[in-house]
């Protein structure tokens, strides 16, 4: 008799995903559902998903879910856990939906402290809407609205909302990670796992930033978009835990 | 119990009364008193107040809270409400129940303070992006205005639909006697809400979405949703008629405006002026029905706005060229009076 040790995880539905080859976004999914499982909370949790080429992420879970409109995640968010507070509620947001259209909610929920779990993608692009700047896009770096690359002088530095957030008094945990190795992916699960124990424990906003690969906004093959984001991306972004 | 109350405290309180659970909302005068109430009342019973960052944090979390089963309001006013409408037009794609008050005052851009009714437009034909409809009820004095707030949530509850409660500068800051219920209820609705964002214990997963990306699947939303609103145009049509039957001229008029048109009514029947009323009480759906009743060559309708014309539309539509209708109306801070509408009559 075989002992089964590897399966996919209860919490993710049994079927294809839209994304990209080589997109970081079914990884992300997939430690989310692990992370779910793994803490019991598949019948408590509530997923908030963005407006960006996570969209239907809803359609990839298999909990409850609630669209939001762009940038807008994060009042829904805080409205779902001050009516539910028993029930875990969690974010899963881009850079163009958490630090550009949704700068405000953003701010302001980690600033009241609310008790949630974020997940920040960073892929340093607007991948739904077709390849244009994002915020954290890195200087020089060519999109569909900076042909030329990213120019200070006309649209100023990449944004690093970690180091933002982290000083803020009801901000309780902050972590950036990559995808861009297999271990790196390891230490992406931990952050997770950590910051829903910090919401079940009533600790308080915990968010994890993650850089994740776009390879066809990018223009690089899968494997040189993971040595982008370990060789290039990593020193605007450094990795580490900001609280 | 009688208290002496502003319109806007008696849209809140009628609000604790009718179950609300949650409000968010964002200062903006003039219907600052609303969440001022709020933020006392609905932490003293164990409810959820949230003074937001925005107007578009405060709808978002209305969507969110309903969402999650709350009884979920926010209110505003013009330039605030306006900010709402991109969240408006997701709650009532995803069909979420939510109450949402506008005191209206003058626009456009910035305006002023002073009480109007120019965003009627806005709130029975749309405002938001897409094909849908808000429920629309306008009280005309504070009395009502604490009354129509149960019959908000209700509505809210049982068609799965944004409710606009659209009441203008003049009812919110309006001190009045206001009689109270004794009692506040069980803040339980009406209606089950299987649908509801609980966590997904012992069913199927819940997904609140307005988002329909596989070929024919929007179409099919958007036919559920037109039905509704058929429905709610048969159903939900309210109005208050005065002297329809002999009347030979007809004012129609809605809100603060309506309790003006009842002054220069009454004045004019003392006078033996065969004049008659019709306050639409919902706004959308619009009283065609009594329109239908009473237009006839032998009648002329008279439109009076807090406003350049925008309901006048809705009374021709219904009137359908069975009558003349004529038009008076003034806005930016300029109220038409009881003398206005009486000189306005002489002249018909």
Redo the contacts between chains.
Sequence with gaps: MMEKVFSRPRSLRDIPTHYCPGCGHGIVHRLIAEVVDELGIREKVIGVAPVGCAVVAYDYWDFDCSEAAHGRALAVATAIKRVRPQNIVFTYQGDGDLAAIGTGETIHAANRGENLTVIFINNAIYGMTGGQMAPTTLLGQKTVTTQKGRDAKCQGYPLNVSEMLAPLSGVKYVQRCSLSSAQEVLKTKKAIVQAFRNQIDNIGFSLVEILSPCPTYWSMSPRQSLDWIRDVMAKEFPLGRLK | MKRLMSGNEAMAEGAIQAGC??Y?GYPITPQNEIPAYMSVRMPEIGR?F?Q???E???I??????A????R?MTSSSSPGFSLKQ??IS?IAG?ELPAVLINVMRGGPGLGNIAPAQSDYFQAVKGGGHGDYHCIVLAPSVAQEAYETMGLAFDLADIYRNPVIVLADGMLGQVMEPVQLKSQIPNPKSKVNKPWT??????RE???????F?KEGELEKANIILQKKYRLIQQKEQRWEGSFLDDAKIILVAYGTMARIAKAALHSLRADGKKVGLIRPITLWPFPQKVFAHTASAKKKFLAIEMSYGQMVEDVRLAVNGKSVVEFLGRSGGGIPTEKDIINKIKKL
Excluded: H, Q, R
């Design positions: 659970t949650f968010a959820e949230i937001a960052e925005s578009l944090a405060a978002n979390m209305v969507y969110g809270a969402a999650a089963g709350a979920a991109e969240g997701y995803a964002l609980t966590g997904c214990a012992g997963p819940n997904i609140v979405k307005s988002f990306l």
